[in-house]
């Protein structure tokens, strides 16, 4: 439920592993033409369960595989610290820089392809769910009319997002996420290639980051790469005193890139923010447009499974956009739960194995990023527990064959 990057990842899973009567329920009224998103991170771990899932290749027309990933200092642009990512650290698997959008609709091609056009039901906002006594649940639906709906399932996944309502009944006391004293920014900009073309780099001054990857080979007539950017500033910086407008913002919420400017122009001798490989200032000042990132922390549930309902993504384990984590983990959570209801013969045993291997591990990355928040590190594949030998020996999250239930 959800047909974002977790939810497509899902329902591919789902009909790979055999289990073929997949719906999937989204409350926006159309996916594509124009994707919609900026850049995220796919780690190898992640581009692995793509692969396995005969994805590799629609995988890497949607960005740029990552070589290096190096820190800097914001303030003069020294190099801190940098080191090899993907196949360049060795790992079987690339990372990818890819543009959130494309990687949706390749996702969403590949289910309409494999399982169908009516497995995909758009202008369906789920509005809450019953638990249906004897192992049943039934989801409940909007549309944009005022019309409703509900349909029954033997399991509900809430793969909607950071502003889950899944999540929202299932822990009504919860309220609203974390505000941990950030605004947040992101954008895409046509820009000329820096350092390697595929270098992903962090920098910071201890109250700012700026996070930036090109999402595109450059093109052969200008000579510039789609680039994204992420750039996160103090709110006690913020223009607007009172309440962060990020606070109730979604990922499709445009803001003012003067303000954005405002953060990363300072007085002085790098009044720019221009290393002269990287101008920081052009990047925000061309942007195609600059959106505020939604307020991702949140902390770790103890729980994420009530009945027949699981919850899967950011909406299990929202986490901070700069960690550069949410998509992957998502992807991972979809294969091990495909893996567990593939070849475990209860639904409630193998939920219960999903959840046991999936939320210790992505709780300990909700817990780095936030401690990470005003340091420049982030997560990434270190956080995510990950090295080359430990992928390479684990066995794979594929189910051969079908189960009949
Ligand atoms: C429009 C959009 C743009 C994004 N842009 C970026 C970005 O630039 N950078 C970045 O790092 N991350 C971005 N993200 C978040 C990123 O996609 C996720 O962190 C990550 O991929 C995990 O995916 P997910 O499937 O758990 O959540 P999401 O990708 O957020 O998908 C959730 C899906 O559920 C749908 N949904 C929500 N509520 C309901 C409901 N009640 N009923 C039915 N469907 C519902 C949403 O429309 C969405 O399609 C964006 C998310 C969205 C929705």
Redesign the pocket.
């Known amino acids: 439920?959800?047909?974002?990057?977790?939810?497509?990842a899902a329902a591919l899973s789902l009909h790979d592993a055999g289990l073929g009567d997949v719906r999937v329920?989204?409350?926006?009224p159309a996916l594509g033409p124009r994707p919609?998103?900026?850049?995220?991170c796919l780690l190898p771990d992640a581009v692995r369960e793509l692969t396995e899932l005969g994805l590799g290749d629609a995988v890497d027309g949607c960005g740029v595989a990552t070589e290096e990933l190096a820190y800097y200092d914001l303030s003069g642009g020294t190099r801190v610290w940098a080191e090899p990512r993907g196949l360049a650290a060795g790992y079987r698997w690339p990372q990818y820089s890819v543009h959130?959008?494309e990687l949706?609709m390749a996702l969403y091609n590949a289910v309409l392809a494999r399982m169908g056009t009516d497995v995909v039901r758009t202008g369906?906002?789920?509005?809450g769910y019953v638990q249906i006594p004897g192992g049943a649940v039934e989801a409940l639906?909007a549309d944009a009319y005022g019309g409703t709906h509900s349909e029954w399932a033997d399991l509900l996944v809430g793969?909607?997002?950071?502003?889950?309502?899944?999540r929202a009944q299932m822990n009504p006391a919860e309220g609203a996420p974390i505000c941990n004293g950030k605004v947040m920014w992101?954008g895409t900009t046509l820009a000329e290639p820096f350092l390697t073309g595929r270098s992903m780099i962090m920098a910071g001054d201890g109250a700012r980051k700026f996070v930036c990857h090109a999402l595109s080979a450059p093109d052969p007539r200008t000579g510039k790469a789609l680039t994204?950017w992420?750039a996160e500033a103090p709110l006690a910086e913020h223009a607007v005193s009172e309440l962060p407008v990020s606070a109730i913002g979604?990922?499709?919420r445009e803001a003012d890139r003067a303000e954005v400017l405002g953060h990363f122009t300072l007085h002085g001798r790098h009044a720019s923010r221009d290393f002269g490989w990287l101008d920081i200032r052009g990047l925000i000042e061309d942007s195609i447009a600059v959106?505020e990132?939604p307020p991702?922390d949140r902390d770790p549930l103890a729980g994420w499974t009530h009945g027949r309902v699981t919850l899967?993504?950011?909406?299990a384990h929202?986490?901070h956009?700069i960690a550069?984590n949410?998509?992957s983990?998502?992807i991972l959570d979809a294969r091990v739960l495909a893996h567990a209801l593939g070849t475990v013969h209860s639904i409630d045993d193998a939920l219960a194995q999903y959840e046991a291997l999936r939320r210790p591990a992505t709780a300990a990355l909700q817990l780095t990023s936030m401690a990470a928040s005003g340091e420049i590190a982030v997560a990434g594949e270190h956080a995510a527990g990950v090295d080359p030998r430990a992928l390479d020996e684990r066995g794979s999250y594929g189910v051969r064959g079908s189960v009949a239930r």
């Open positions: 439920m959800g047909a974002g990057i977790g939810g497509l329920a989204e409350a926006a919609v998103g900026g850049g995220v959130r959008g949706q369906a906002r789920l509005t639906f793969a909607d997002g950071v502003h889950s309502m899944v992101r994204n992420v979604d990922w499709t959106y990132c991702i899967l993504g950011d909406a929202p986490m956009p550069s949410g998509a983990q998502a």
